[in-house]
């Protein structure tokens, strides 16, 4: 358990058992991922959610580009059909919400290195931006402010229809909390992993296979740099495309950091000075949101 966590914040007690430091913790999930037992699980919402679907509030399912592969037999013509098949009114991709983030961390990233910071950190992953905040309030400053696409999905829906709820489904535990906080309105109602939506698809019987796919009917909303942005170093590609659409001369150099403790070298490294002029990625999961804690495959 001791060695899944990137933050050194499990320890045994006195009497040998694991105990958890929550102010060292940012919520990655890696320990649920790695105990043998399931000794640990997150918090669930999946009994708001279902009364959220029976109620006759319209409800939203917004998906991390990650749900590719999760489902076998849900190919990207079933998953609406699939939604609404447990109740939910749509379904949204958080890929237009990435793209976003992506205008905004460029432009972001272009007015401020090196005038007004040294580097720029990425922003998308909850568990390295807390980690940053705790382990390096100096840099941590230096974290990009744009919001999640996460966020900017959930708002995107909301300008429109206020009264709406929105279910995030991703890969990730962390997201629980980003939800939750509340210095950053989220706009997300509830959230549920993979694996949660998994128990929903099998206790209402739902079969892929005999779904109807509608070709016409796939999301296609976000590009394929937004649905980049569930592997490692996706976000960083993103960016660097799009900082070349603004300004073609800009070069930018880039390192991507593959689970805390790369991270975690990689803040010590820009805290030296060593990293001046980069833009750095952070993702708590190794290989990115696609190996999160909520994942099934």
């Not at 489902?71 to 976003?100: C, H, W, Y």
């Not at 390295?128 to 390096?136: E, G, P």
């Not at 999961?285 to 999160?292: D, F, K, L, S, Y």
Request: glycine residues 10%; charged residues 25%.
């Amino acid at each position: 358990c001791a060695k899944a966590c990137g933050m050194n914040a499990i320890h045994s007690d006195e009497y040998g058992r694991a105990e958890i430091d929550y102010d060292k913790c940012v919520s990655c999930g890696m320990c649920l991922v790695s105990c043998p037992f399931s000794a640990i699980v997150d918090k669930g919402q999946i009994f708001q959610t279902i009364m959220a679907l029976k109620s006759e509030t319209p409800v939203y399912a917004i998906l991390a580009p990650a749900i590719a592969g999760q489902f076998p037999g849900m190919e990207n013509s079933k998953i609406r059909g699939a939604f609404q098949a447990l109740g939910f009114t749509d379904v949204r991709e958080v890929a237009i919400g990435a793209d976003l983030c992506t205008v905004e961390e460029a432009k972001d990233f272009l007015e401020e290195v090196p005038e007004k910071l040294p580097f720029m950190a990425t922003s998308c992953c909850p568990s390295w931006s807390m980690m940053a905040k705790k382990l390096f309030p100096e840099q941590a400053k230096c974290i990009s402010m744009a919001l999640t696409p996460m966020v900017l999905t959930a708002r995107l829906i909301k300008q429109k229809e206020p009264d709406c709820k929105i279910v995030f489904v991703g890969p990730c535990a962390a997201k629980k909390l980003e939800a939750n906080r509340k210095s950053v309105r989220s706009d997300v109602d509830y959230v549920l992993t993979f694996e949660e939506l998994q128990g929903m698809f099998d206790a209402k019987n739902i079969d892929f296979t005999t779904l109807e796919a509608d070709p016409e009917d796939g999301l296609n909303e976000g590009t394929s740099m937004g649905r980049g942005f569930a592997v490692g170093g996706g976000v960083a590609a993103a960016v660097v495309e799009a900082i070349k659409h603004i300004d073609p001369t800009r070069e930018v150099q880039i390192e991507y950091g593959d689970g805390l403790r790369e991270c975690k070298k990689m803040l010590m490294m820009a805290k030296a000075g060593k990293r001046n002029g980069y833009l750095l990625e952070g993702m708590a999961c190794p290989g990115g949101c696609v190996a999160g804690a909520g994942t099934i495959t």
